[in-house]
């Protein structure tokens, strides 16, 4: 029988261009933030997401550095890289780690120095989550390859670009809010028309900015939880799936067979159904992402996936409430941190703390967080 | 109640400079030896100990791409970093996962190409898990570093240099008779005084060369690996510890801190006291990790860590056998896929598979695998 596992604290510092600040001093910021929100004085792990602290801060080995700045020299603590789910994937092996009775109480890190590059170095160190071999090396990155699919996708099913930008809107609507959002500005309609273009289609107002920053989720067993004074989230469910690293290798462009197989294993470990979900953190780092999450993950049939946001049912107070804090559209992309953003948020939201972002009754959330187009996606699903 | 967790199926690669050879090739010949061994097709999961993807072979986000390759596609998997100790962080990682409940069965690959740079960017892969503020901004290497504990060792201690040449000599004993060794030569007394120095004291023949290479273990539950074709290896122990990243920032530089943390918890999850010990893979990097190692684990007595090795207490006959298959020093060093090969030579002796470098008697084993000089350290006990 498998320990549940809960968050008994929060912590994250704003997103942004934080050129001021090294990537110790941010994961520091976070890791303490998270310790005050619960009231906790010492741990026994921490585990860290992060990509690019060997490429853009010529840093590895952060574990026992961060580990001692934040005044837990000595405990068990190293990094957890999957590209953009690099804090997904930190979040799962802290689910792990305490769920297998090994540890009691570990603090899942999030942290990234993004923006300390520029033009082909940054375009150099965002490229090293694709192909080396295949993509990259040919000059592929993120955007180009995220242009391929929507470009596939308005061809396949005669949809217009405008029918996307409610992704980006709602992002926008809801960051606008967030204190520690990146971008507080609204999007008006039919401003993917005017945006400058990145890689047609894909526009400024679509993709998500790279960011820096850090987050934090303190987490212990759920028997143990009740010792603690913050309301605990319980994780109830934690699932891990991967798909070609490479787009050209699948079967089919328009599916994201990673995001279904994680979706169906976690809905059947947390015995819930799709409706039983109050929102949905999704990875939002182009609109098409959203939208083949939302159709590969069951919420809505191939080829619709546009429709929840062009309708409107993605608002804070819609069926399936997207990005309640901006996603990382407007609160921004700080890569191996965003997963970890994503359940301090899900926590305000299920604490009920989450102030202008509330989702009213906000019991049960999803938050996924994806590498690549699709090729690692971690999905956990937590309950107040 | 953990559920205990079983080696069931073991794979390495040839230890060398494989310029013939990209990451994920390598990779897949580890696991697809570990699957053969073991008689298994599917896992449920695969985690990958790396420390140099990004920088060296421009290529993260491994986790999909070897699983795909490997024929295991959409499976679970992400990488793990922790420097040099990334192989044993990836095991320990896998423990955790089939420990828990959640991941049935595991494989836990390491894998690394280190030698693909030459010149100064070698220097600069190599340093990134040194403290990039204070200390590789600096023009400190890992090598520069040692060099400085072992000339402060014998200062403090009055020990000369040919104290400590029986590590390296016990170790090319011992790789010279394994097939997967980087190195087969013998070294004969006297070498340390006659060797090329790197970085005063420490000479060509102390330091364990860098390398490519690729090993993976497949793991699976206890009650479970009776259900699979080979002898099961079980891990007894898993724990891991931290230090400070610098030098400068240790109380006492003769000290291992998390050498001692990390074995003292092994020891104690066991129930087993060191004399229990058969034999024990440490980080052999250098000579004087081997010193401070058997001291910091309690094997020895501050100032006589050395000693070991000069009354030749180490060899495959002795009372605690070090560097079985050749160590880091002569096996090579395959970075972040060291930890992984540890894992496999110590089930090899298990198994009683040794063949040359079969320790008689062999039922239980320590591995240990070091991050920086001793930043990070894991220690896992193996028992057949």
Redesign the interface.
Known sequence: ???EVSIIGIGQTPVGEHWET?L?SLGIGAIRAAMEDGGIKQVD?LYIGS?????V?????I???I??YAGL???????????D??GG?AL??G???V?????DTAVVLGVEKSTDTVGADRI?AR???????YE?VHGATLPALAALLMRRYMFEYGVELSAFENFSINAHANGAKNPNAMYHNLLKPGGFARAPMIADPVTLFDGAPDADGAAAVILTSREGAGNFPVKPVHIIA????????TLH?RGDLLDF??VR?SVDKSLAQAGISRTDLDLFELHDAFTIISTLTLESAGFAVRGEGWRAAADQEISLTATLPLSTFGGLKSRGNPVGATGVYQAVEAALQLRGEAGGNQVPDAHTAMIQNM??LG??VITHILKS
């Open positions: 029988m498998m320990r090294d110790r792990a990509a690019y602290g060997a490429t801060s010529s840093q590895s080995q574990g026992p550095l580990a001692d020299r000595g405990v068990e603590s190293f990094t957890i890289e999957a590209g789910a690099s994937a799962r092996t689910y792990l780690a769920a297998s009775g090994a540890v150099a490229s090293v989550s694709l192909d080396a071999d990259s934690s699932a891990a799936a991967t798909d070609t690293l290798d067979e990673a197989l590498g690549g090729s690692t």
